[in-house]
Structure formats: C-alpha cells, structure tokens
C-alpha cells in the first residue's frame, strides 16, 4: 500500500490521480477535509481508504494501523506563507512529518516529503537543491521555516540517505481550487479577466526589475508530479531534490499566456505593493535541475504558455478535475 498525505490536497490529489492513471489503486489517503471544497478533488480518485489526519496520527502512535506499507508520500501540510500560527505551523508541518518519518523507518517504507523553494529565503544564497548547503538558508517567512526545520532534521538524524526531500517551486494546475488566497496567479488572474477583462499585477519595488517582471520558476502540477514519482519508481535516490523547470519567467509573461489561453486581448493594471509583502517578497526564483538530471531524470517540462494553456481550456473553462 502506498500512503499519500495531503492526498485530497492539490498536488497530492494529483499524485493519486496519476497513480490511478498507472494501475495504482491500494492507496491510503490521509487529510483534513475541514470545511473546504477539497473533498471534490476525492471525487475521480479510485483509493483503498481514508483517514482525518488527527486519527492517523493516533492509530500511528498507538501502533494500532496493521497494513503492508510500501511508501509514504507525504504532502500534507499547511502551505499558507502567510499563516500567523507558529505553532500550529511547527505542529501540522514539523511535528507529524517527524511522527511520519519514525513510522517509515518502522516500517521499511519509501519515504519521500514535501519541501519547499520557500526554504530558500531571498535567494542570496542561490536555489541549489545542496544538502551541505542547508544550514546556510534564512527563509523569509514562517512556513518556509517549517519545511526548512524538517530538512534539517532530517540530515541531523543522517536520515537524507535513505529518504528523498522535495523542493518544489510554483506549482500550478487543476486541483489547486480549495486553496482559497494561495491558488495561483492562473486561477486568480482567469477569474479576474471573466468578471473585469483585466489583470492586476504588483509593480516593481526594485530598480532592477520592471513592473511584472519579477520572475518565478512556475512549474505545471503534471510535471511536478511526474518527477515525484520518479523517486517512487527509483528507490536508490535519496536526498534532497528540487522540483520546477530551471527556466524562469515573469509575471506578465504568465498573465499574457492566461490571455491568450482564454483567446482575449492582454489587458493588464500595475499596483503597488503591499507594505507588509514588501520586506518578504521574492523578486527571482529559479530552480537548479542539474541534480534531478544527474540521477536520470529526463521528461522534458511543459512550456508555459502550453500549461497554462492546457489549465485553463480542459480544466478552468470545464470546472474539471484530475481523475
């Protein structure tokens, strides 16, 4: 049996949606339906079972979960960079990957977590997916440090051997819809133009960097999923990796793609910032691939423009899910 955390959650509903797609179906999804719309992603997904996080996490503790576990892919976590809860952050996103990571090695399972590019901080120190270079990291914003205390965790108990940590970058595609203020740009920038004809967009703040072209390493979830994956399908890979496109591109490139995608001319307002985002904001982001690459990684990425494409046309204007 494979376990997916976050598995009614945007990236890790896809995982199991491609697992199906792969003749998968002994899966145990775990979660925190709450009350979001994220049990629709669960609606196209063929799995053994389910389970609240809360009572997962007691059946583990209490050694009272007897199954066959072949590997965790553990997506579960609160992704919100702005969330105020350190604690609640150090709990939901610290706490249970550690409770997981005993469990795995309990067990003799795969595991393989989700990381973040947020662990990078401002990018001074460079987006190299470089285990020796973890300690030097200083991320920007509380989330980001959550992931980031995990990872070091994990190479403090000599644990990075075995396991495989996942950096991924801007990920973006159907599912993300229960996400509320953290969708991507594409779902918010596809609504804005159907109730205003336009986008906005953040000036810049930087001399360096026109308005909207700050740039980011966006990556569609089918690619992301697809090299999580390859750590499943390649047990003798360990280590942390990032995940994204090694090809960044701005935001008005994206907003230009979305237009184009829905067939309508590029209408697009520049606005100021917040002052509270300003201190925080990453003004470039880009992944080093090289490493993924080297362990024999080589499915070429989805160009932007055909993502966004893809997104908006068989999902966004379809309401559709993967499945």
Not at 39 to 53: F, P, Q, T
Not at 171 to 192: D, L, T
Not at 208 to 221: A, L, S
């Amino acid at each position: 049996m494979i376990l997916v955390t976050g598995g009614a959650g945007f990236i890790g509903s896809a995982i199991v949606a491609q697992l199906n797609a792969r003749g998968i179906d002994d899966i145990l999804v775990v979660d925190i339906l709450g009350r979001d719309q994220r049990w629709k992603n669960l609606r196209n997904l063929r799995y053994a079972d389910y389970l609240e996080a809360d009572d997962f996490s007691e059946m583990v503790s209490e050694s009272d979960l007897e199954i066959n576990l072949e590997a965790i892919i553990h997506m579960g976590a609160c992704s919100d960079t702005t969330e105020a809860d350190c604690s609640y952050l150090v709990k939901n996103n610290y706490e249970f990957s550690k409770l997981l990571a005993g469990w795995a090695l309990e067990m003799d399972a795969r595991f393989i977590y989700a990381s973040s590019a947020a662990t990078y901080g401002d990018g001074e120190k460079g987006f190299a997916d470089d285990e020796d270079a973890l300690e030097t990291l200083r991320p920007l914003n509380m989330y980001g440090y959550s992931k980031h205390m995990f990872d070091l965790w994990c190479k403090q108990q000599g644990l990075l051997d075995r396991f495989v940590g996942i950096k991924y970058f801007n990920v973006f595609g159907p599912n993300e819809y229960h996400k509320a203020g953290m969708r991507s740009f594409v779902i918010k920038a596809f609504e804005q133009i159907n109730e205003t004809g336009g986008v906005k967009l953040f000036k810049s703040h930087r001399p360096d960097y026109t308005d909207g072209g700050q740039v980011r390493d966006f990556i569609y979830v089918k690619d992301a999923v697809d090299m999580t994956l390859f750590f499943l399908e390649n047990p003798e890979v360990s280590g942390i990796f990032n995940v994204g496109t090694g090809n960044a591109r701005n935001w008005k490139d994206l907003a230009k793609a979305t237009f184009a995608a829905m067939g309508i001319e590029s209408n697009i307002e520049y606005i100021d910032m917040p002052d509270i985002l300003r201190d925080k904001y990453q003004y470039f982001t880009q992944a080093t691939m090289d490493k993924l690459r080297a362990v024999g990684y080589s499915k070429d990425t989805t160009t932007l423009e055909d993502a966004v494409a893809d997104y908006v046309q068989n999902y966004l204007m379809k309401d559709a899910y993967l499945g």
